[in-house]
């Protein structure tokens, strides 16, 4: 297995990656065990996005005491997580610290941080737009969904808490990302794709993840240009002087990624231009001397499966992004049309890389029972995969 890998991602570490998770080579047999395992409950509505209509939402993640999920109140979308509309003055910054200096106890006049040891809970504040999902065709990043927030809420509490969450059964789950690099020494450059309204991104900023001396993580979240404007403003308005590196937002379109990749073979310097370009924020690197970006340590993608007309350029964009043998990809998919995920797996197994023609992909699934938080143990499938050199 790949160092990296192993290392990025400690759910595939050992004897957890042989209980737990699985290599992908025959998208039949995979797609028949996911739809086995993590089928989707039948009472789940909707496609996926939080169906609040308020263009500003309080994402709340509680990092200890959480009630079973029977006992949430509607708010709630997964046991400890909840979303609610909120008034712009509420997410006002001085407003909010102020809110902060005012919760005393009763007795010693104690802030109530410091008497619990800790935070209690996790606050992101995040704009969206539902005129826009409903009026453009093809807009749904304009929305917050589900899955970011699961995911965020995971990694958020597996890091805070400094031990491992539990799965259903009570068995430890292995951190899904390990930003320290299991202890290493070693800044991070993330990538993400289709980061809607980047409310994955603003919940890990607004955690103590990345604050300073917690170690060096360039997180830069992109998608179209047209949602560009409203990606700035969610990552820009959890940027503050205690984090290590602030967030940032690129415009991304996969389409023109998959043009300069049908070029490579007439044209082989419209790809590396395209490639430099979105590694431009994460500076310069010496892999090798002919490359001249410092390619990602991780690319994430977070419910981009579900158009099979992006098919061919998502899978174009995520290989071209990824370093052979050093890039970990983290994918998180809902599962909706169990053809549609074949045709999206089947082609992620055979696709390859368009200027290294003997990488090909490792894919790593891991079972939804293991991730670790009741959202996310049924209806989505995680997978982790790099390239490998043949």
């Keep these: 297995m790949l160092a990296a890998a192993a290392e990025l991602v400690p759910a595939l570490r050992s004897e957890y990656a042989a209980q737990h998770s699985r290599r992908v080579e025959d998208a039949d047999e995979e797609i028949f065990l996911l739809y086995s395992l993590s089928r989707p409950d039948p009472g789940r509505r909707g496609l996926g996005h939080v169906e609040i209509w308020s263009d500003l939402l309080r994402v709340t993640v ?21 979303v609610e509309p909120v008034d712009a003055a509420e997410a006002d910054p001085v407003a909010r610290r102020s809110k902060v200096s005012t919760q005393k106890t009763g007795k010693g006049k104690k802030d109530v941080k410091a008497k619990q040891g800790g935070p209690s809970h996790v606050e992101a504040y995040i ?17 917050m969904w589900r899955s970011s ?27 899904l990302l390990d930003w320290t690099c299991n202890g290493a020494s070693r800044d991070l450059c993330v990538l993400e794709l289709g980061a809607g309204t980047g409310v994955l991104s603003a919940i890990l900023h607004s955690s103590t993840i990345f604050k300073a001396g917690q170690g060096t993580v360039t997180w830069v979240a992109t998608d179209q240009e047209a949602l560009l404007l409203l990606l700035r403003k ?26 300069a990749v049908q070029l490579t073979k007439r044209q082989p310097s419209a790809l590396r231009t395209v490639l430099r370009d979105i590694h ?40 071209a992004l ?69």
């Design 234 to 259: 969610n990552i820009n308005f959890v940027c503050d002087a205690s984090l290590q590196t602030s967030p940032q937002a690129m415009a991304l379109d996969w389409t023109q990624v998959r043009d």
């Design 127 to 143: 704009w969206q737009s539902q005129t826009s999902l409903r009026s453009q065709r093809g807009n749904t990043g304009s929305v």
């Design 322 to 390: 990824c370093h052979p043998e050093f890039t970990v990809v983290f994918v998180l998919v809902e599962l909706r049309e169990q053809a549609m995920m074949h045709d999206f797996l089947s082609a992620w197994v055979e696709h390859r890389h368009p200027t290294q023609e003997s990488a090909q992909w490792a894919i790593w699934s891991i079972e939804g029972s293991a991730l670790g938080l009741e959202g996310l143990q049924k209806g989505y499938a995680c997978f982790v995969a790099y390239l490998t050199l043949t």
């Design 149 to 175: 927030i699961l995911l965020g809420a995971t990694m958020v509490r597996q890091h805070v808490n400094k031990a491992p969450l539990v799965n259903a059964s009570g068995d430890p789950v292995p951190s």
């Design 62 to 82: 509680k990092l200890r005491d959480i009630e079973p999920y029977h006992q949430q109140d509607d708010s709630a979308i997964a046991p400890g997580v909840s």
């Design 280 to 319: 431009a924020p994460f500076g310069k690197h010496s892999l090798q001397d002919d490359l001249p970006f410092r390619p990602a340590d991780i690319v994430v993608a977070v419910d981009c499966i579900f158009n099979p007309s992006l098919f061919p350029a998502f899978l174009d964009t995520l290989t």
